[in-house]
């Protein structure tokens, strides 16, 4: 039976709409539902592997599909985590707690929000590059600090210039450890202030694997100086008053709640404080923190996540970070409104 099931599975019309509750009823519209997904994600059928990753597929969609029933103010969806392993999907992470960063950033002063200032948000004014996409590299927080001075810079220079992952995996942790094992975005800052320079992805390529710290002949990408980074007070008010000067780099707990992020204001009841992924805020709304993630423009809402404001929030607001950037002076700088 089940070798019959797969054989239906490779000529399925990968144009097949179904509707996800009748999927769960259906062996048939599962299997052409699943043949879709793995289209739609590139993937290609490992017959060996193909049952296991069936019954992963189909655990899956359950949650979707229960989550969705729940109305809870937020909806799910598949992507790319539906048919992983729980290893497998944790090679997507990449922020180690049991690392203590290199240096303790500069306390930042709370600024009191001004009377009808209800939002921001960055990407309104050009200071937010398009999503990327860390890969199975646990370098998320090469992401979350390079989202941050991407913003910053821009703010300092009126440059929106997009800077390499790369050299920070490289060379942040160089003869120390992998930097796909995992990281700190404040080691991030550290680096690029003690080494005056980092590369813009033109000349620096993302490759997804740590390799050598090796860049005395390739272009420095930044018009202004990295004085370090301030350490963002440990609440909602305190995020959002780093997120008026700047992206901001944060972390949170990822659950599997989370990883079935589809569009919505979320929030997970059910998760912690120990945070294990490392992202970018960008703006905020009277309801929302949003956030910008690394795992591609096909998760989420459009590779985002907008996070309910109040509540812990699995932790978004305990240890995150803003880059402190000197623009030259006498420089103007203006930025689009």
Known sequence: MISLIFVALLGA??????????????????????????????????????????????????QVVETNENDLGWEAGLNFFADLTEDEKSQYLGLNMSITPSSVGEPMEVMPQAPGYGSKDWRSVGAVTAVKNQGSCGSCWTFAAVGSIEGVHKVSTGSLVTFAEQELLDCTYEGKRDGCKGGWYHDAFNYVKAARRLSDSRSTRYRGYDGRCSYSRVGNGLRATVQGYNQVPGSESGLVSALNQGPVSVAFQVTSQSQRYKSGLFRDTGCGQQMNHAVTAVGYTSSAIIVKNSWGSGWGNRGYIYFRRGGSNCGLYRNNAIVRIQRSSGQEVELEE
Not at 33 to 53: D, T, V
Request: aromatic letters at 6%; a positive charge.
């Open 13 to 62: 019309s990968m144009a097949m709409d179904a509707s996800l509750p009748e999927a769960l009823m259906s062996t048939e519209k599962l299997v052409k539902l699943f043949g879709k997904f793995q289209a739609e994600n590139g993937q290609k059928i490992n017959l060996a592997e193909a049952p296991m990753r069936l019954r992963l597929f189909r655990n899956e969609l359950k």
